[in-house]
């Protein structure tokens, strides 16, 4: 999970550290910065991802929402994706982002400092279509819905979306009337994790 804190310390400790499970920096171990609630997807939910997502990601454009520790995003990046957009509204999560980039040497990855559904909003008129998306906002958030929305003008054919959440999803967001249809679900704990498309 990438939770985030609106008062994030600028500290690091050996716990902070998210480890890479695939692709080309397999095993790479990237760091990412203190803050409260902040941590990444863990490797079990990741190897669950990306099982149904195919274990390489080749010519897809990826986007990650809320990238917190970059743990899907720069996965995503390790297995082939084509381009991969991140964007991360905390300061000192954003600086860790651009520094594992640098690191990584990770030319195809593009990290925004912005809040995430401004930049949603910005994004719109690109002519750039998402294949994948990765939304896993705070917890107890109400910023999963208008997310959502704002995603529907911005994915390719055949896109697929995956979502963290502390809850099992609502009808507004997935029931009969809805936009979005469960493709796979599973959860870990106290963690509802689903990847969604378009009806």
Not at 76 to 90: C, D, F, K, L, Y
Not at 131 to 148: G, K, M, Q, R, Y
Request: aromatic residues 8%; positive net charge.
């Amino acid at each position: 999970m990438n939770k985030k804190s609106s008062t994030p310390s600028q500290k690091s400790s050996a716990n902070n550290r998210v480890r890479i499970i695939g692709g080309q920096w397999r095993s790479r171990i990237l760091n990412f910065p203190t803050a409260t609630g902040l941590r990444p997807s863990g490797d079990r939910v990741r190897e669950t991802l990306f099982n149904w997502l195919g274990q390489t990601l080749h010519g897809k454009n990826c986007l990650d929402v809320y990238a917190g520790s970059g743990a899907l995003g720069f996965e995503a990046a390790s297995r082939g994706a084509q381009s991969v957009t991140m964007i991360e509204s905390n300061p000192a999560a954003w600086k860790a982002l651009e520094h594992n980039r640098a690191l990584l040497d990770a030319q195809h990855c593009v990290i925004f400092r912005d809040d995430a559904l401004l930049r949603l909003k910005k994004l719109q008129s690109n002519t750039l279509k998402y294949d994948i998306v990765f939304i896993d906002p705070p917890f107890a958030s109400d910023l999963l819905e208008p997310t959502l929305t704002a995603l529907a003008t911005m994915l390719a054919p055949y896109a697929r979306v995956y979502i963290e959440w502390a809850s099992p999803l609502s009808d507004t967001i997935v029931g009969e009337n809805a936009a979005w249809r469960i493709e796979k679900s599973a959860r870990a704990g106290v963690v509802h994790f689903a990847l969604l498309s378009l009806k």
